[in-house]
């Protein structure tokens, strides 16, 4: 059976998505005249060199799924790879898409051009409500999904600039609020979710906590959204629990995975990665148990400079969310169902 790699020496027997194991013939295992090749009982054991990683899959496992969740360059931070190169590695790998998130600037032009630069990968882009583009700013969505191509599908609320990141990180003493002190939600917020009920565009929670994504959501189907995720709702800014989880799938939101969560927390290599809490497959699969694979998507929030690239990035997610016993059937619907009816339905 074809190995999954994360990336390391390891990997683990699981079959591809969509894939059977194949069959095995006579001179697989090396026979002749009946009998075993000489080696052949070692090499079955062991078909790669001991002390390196398997050889690669016939079936890339991340054949035919979406990253709902990438970086490249150029940036302000930075990326292992610029947008061209991103793309070619998903489309190498048999995606079917990836999305582009900035957290300063728009990605729907980019994701016009990489379109025309790679073919065999669909790209989409959208809009991050960081100060940079004028905060809860419903004009800067009307200009994003109105540019060439209608590839700008997702509008994620503040990130590292919304209230609750700042709080949390001690970056400052306040920021970007989407609630106010009665936890209502504030207009300007409204009149961002008007604009993306009407264009069926995607409304990403972004960086708010658990009670403010929550009543976001209500406020965004009110208003006529019926797209809507709770961006990384693993990420301990965030912090969604399991409660929270159950919650917001109940009022109709998907909730995002992602890879870069498995490779933080103090033992990281990268130092600003140091302190953000580590997630392990094992906590993520249970939490897809008790919800339901049909509430979630997955990505991997990757393209840091020195992190795995984001197509090795959702096979680790992949290997691991399977070796914790979630199903081929499930990863298909995480991984491509969710999110390509979000954001081709």
Request: net charge positive.
């Amino acid at each position: 059976m074809p190995h999954l790699v994360c990336g390391c020496c390891h990997g683990s027997t699981v079959a591809p998505i969509g894939l059977a194991p194949p069959r095995r013939s006579r001179r697989d295992v090396g026979a002749s005249h009946g009998r075993p090749a000489a080696g052949a009982s070692r090499a079955s054991a062991n078909p790669g060199v001991q002390g390196y990683s398997p050889p690669p899959p016939p079936v890339s496992p991340i054949k035919g799924l979406i990253d709902f969740h990438t970086h490249a360059a150029p940036d302000i931070f930075g990326r292992a790879l610029d947008d061209d190169e991103l793309a070619t590695l998903a489309a190498t790998r048999e995606m079917e898409a990836v999305v582009f998130k900035n957290h300063v600037t728009h990605t729907a032009d980019r994701a016009f051009l990489v379109r025309k630069h790679v073919p065999g990968i669909k790209v989409f882009g959208g809009i991050t409500l960081n100060h940079a583009v004028g905060g809860l700013n419903p004009q800067a969505v009307e200009w994003m999904w109105r540019m060439q191509g209608g590839y700008g599908r997702v509008v994620w609320f503040p990130t590292f600039d919304a209230d609750n990141h700042v709080r949390r990180t001690r970056t400052g003493t306040a920021g970007i609020r989407v609630v106010d002190e009665r936890g209502q939600v504030l207009p300007a917020a409204r009149a961002v979710l008007k604009v993306c009920a009407a264009q069926r565009l995607v409304v990403q929670t972004g960086h708010a906590s658990p009670e403010e994504a929550l009543a976001l959501i209500a406020a965004a189907r009110e208003d006529g959204c019926e797209r809507i995720v709770v961006t990384h709702a693993q990420f301990d800014v965030v912090g969604m629990s399991l409660a929270h989880m159950k919650r917001a799938a109940a009022l109709g939101a998907k909730l995002e995975l992602c890879a870069l969560l498995m490779l933080a927390g103090p033992t990281s290599p990268l130092e600003f990665m140091h302190h953000t809490a580590r997630v392990e497959a094992a906590d993520t699969a249970a939490r897809i148990k008790a919800v339901g694979a049909q509430h979630f998507v997955l990505g991997t929030d990757l393209g840091q400079a020195g992190n795995p690239t984001p197509a090795d990035g959702l096979q680790m997610l992949v290997a691991g969310l399977m070796k914790e016993g979630i199903t081929r059937e499930q990863i298909v619907t995480m991984g491509r169902d969710v999110p390509g009816a979000l954001l081709m339905g």
